[in-house]
T-cell receptor
Framework: NAGVMQNPRHLVRRRGQEARLRCSPM?????VYWYRQLPEEGLKFMVY????????ESGMPKERFSAEFPKEGPSILRIQQVVRGDSAAYFC????????????FGQGTRLTVV | DQQVKQNSPSLSVQEGRISILNCDYT??????FLWYKKYPAEGPTFLIS?????DKNEDGRFTVFLNKSAKHLSLHIVPSQPGDSAVYFC???????????????FGKGTLLTVNP
């Protein structure tokens, strides 16, 4: 039973380019969460998605960031026109809608903007 | 406004001794608390959790204590092993009506080093 899969593990982008981060949840999980960890910080919630629905995007920056979880395929976190401050580790987690189920995290994508 | 605080960035203990990692929170709406362990270049791994209706939860070498009045929780690892060396994150959440676990609020983490 594969865990949460994120790719790529490392992504280097020049300022102004687009970054696409992918997350495939665990089998049977229909809830996906994205978190960002800036250097020397804890993980910060960004967005919670179910299939074809954004449930809570209160942690997403207002501009340049978007997320989707289509009916088929992985969840995508998209960052347009990246800036140096976007450099961080981006973690995806998934869960099954069960009372007090713990979310399982992927290994993360480390984005470096040069 | 940091709602979950881990005031010790690092902790070093000898193998076989007890490790105590502390966490404080400010939001009284939090009703479920979790500890995650993270190795470098990996994602956080769930370790143990506790509901606000309890004051203690134990799982093998790991015990979490919750003091609601003090808004404080701690993770005890005994005996500590070198393989426990990692960053430990305290996290909290508010259970919504649907029971789905999201919007975890994390502390900054404590780096535990267990020396052989």
């Amino acid at each position: 039973n594969a865990g949460v899969m994120q790719n790529p593990r490392h992504l280097v982008r020049r300022r102004g380019q687009e970054a696409r981060l992918r997350c495939s949840p665990m089998k049977g999980h229909s809830h996906v969460y994205w978190y960002r960890q800036l250097p020397e910080e804890g993980l910060k919630f960004m967005v919670y998605l179910q299939k074809e629905n954004i449930i809570d995007e209160s942690g997403m920056p207002k501009e340049r960031f978007s997320a989707e979880f289509p009916k088929e395929g992985p969840s995508i976190l998209r960052i347009q026109q990246v800036v140096r401050g976007d450099s961080a580790a981006y973690f995806c987690a998934s869960s099954h809608l069960t009372e007090q189920t713990e979310a399982f995290f992927g290994q993360g994508t480390r984005l470096t903007v040069v | 406004d940091q709602q979950v605080k881990q005031n010790s960035p690092s902790l070093s203990v000898q193998e076989g001794r007890i490790s105590i990692l502390n966490c404080d929170y400010t939001n009284s709406m939090f009703d479920y608390f979790l500890w995650y362990k993270k190795y470098p270049a990996e994602g956080p791994t769930f370790l143990i959790s506790i509901s606000s209706i309890k004051d203690k939860n134990e799982d093998g070498r790991f015990t979490v204590f919750l003091n609601k009045s003090a808004k404080h929780l701690s993770l005890h690892i005994v005996p500590s092993q070198p393989g426990d060396s990692a960053v430990y994150f305290c996290a909290a959440r508010i259970l919504n009506s649907g029971g789905s676990n999201y919007k975890l609020t994390f502390g900054k983490g404590t780096l535990l080093t267990v020396n052989p």
